[in-house]
């Protein structure tokens, strides 16, 4: 199930720079092709162009809360035995707005479902990412400890606030309880690492040899890189 931008020109507020979290509009350190792990690149359908600057009318990839997630979009390619921890995850624009680089994060670690999630401690502030507060929201909010039992059952969850992006109909239980069609596997939710996350409203850096495609594995950031101009 694809993603359906809102029909405004409204979307998720950036943060603030901070280098240990989400640096924004920065440059990349030369540092960064020494850095291990695959690179997993895609086109995201809910960016769009405003003058120089991109406007992400999606919730996934969320930028909020100090933490860049990726939760309710790219289902099927989130089950991926190499969508894993130590994977670099870079969002581009698509290919009329020139396949500008919008987000790049390393995965500090992944999990299997939103309760489990909810409960992991590896995001601080959880309101700021929750749908059911929030329409830009990539979280689902347990109801009670019972959640965890039920953890792909979207009855245990509050339901999204109104004028969230998957309402109105049911694509958020489809985010809730998707598994991949022949393994069986849940798709995993995937949250960057502090200090090693890179976000750009104002990008700077696009891809080489455009058209981007709509996915693309690298062996490492060093490829990657040479991708880039």
Request: contains cysteine.
């Amino acid at each position: 199930m694809s993603c359906k931008p809102i029909a405004t020109m409204v979307g998720q507020p950036f943060p603030k720079s901070n280098a240990g979290t989400i640096v924004v509009d920065g440059a990349l350190p030369t540092s960064i092709k020494r850095e291990s792990g695959e690179v997993f690149s895609y086109k995201l359908t809910t960016l769009k162009k405003s003058g120089q600057a991109m406007v992400q009318q999606g919730n996934s990839p969320n930028y909020q809360g100090d933490r860049i997630t990726l939760c309710t979009c790219m289902h099927h390619h989130r089950t991926w035995p190499r969508s894993r921890k130590g994977t670099w995850i870079a969002g581009f624009s698509d290919n009329a707005s020139g396949n500008k680089l919008f987000y790049l994060m390393r995965v500090i670690d992944t999990v299997d479902s939103f309760d489990a999630m909810w409960r992991s401690g590896l995001i601080s502030k959880l309101a700021a990412k929750s749908a059911s507060r929030d329409i830009f929201g990539d979280l689902y909010e347990p109801v009670s400890m019972k959640t965890s039992a039920n953890a792909y059952n979207p009855a245990f969850y509050k339901r999204p606030i109104a004028g969230h992006k998957h309402l109105p109909g049911s694509a958020w239980h489809h985010d809730i309880r998707f598994k991949h069609w022949a393994t069986g596997k849940p798709h995993k939710l995937l949250v960057g690492e502090p200090g090693k996350s890179y976000l750009w409203q104002y990008p700077t850096y696009s891809y080489r040899t455009q058209p981007h495609p709509r996915f693309r594995s690298h062996d490492s950031l060093a490829d990657f890189m040479r991708e880039l101009k």
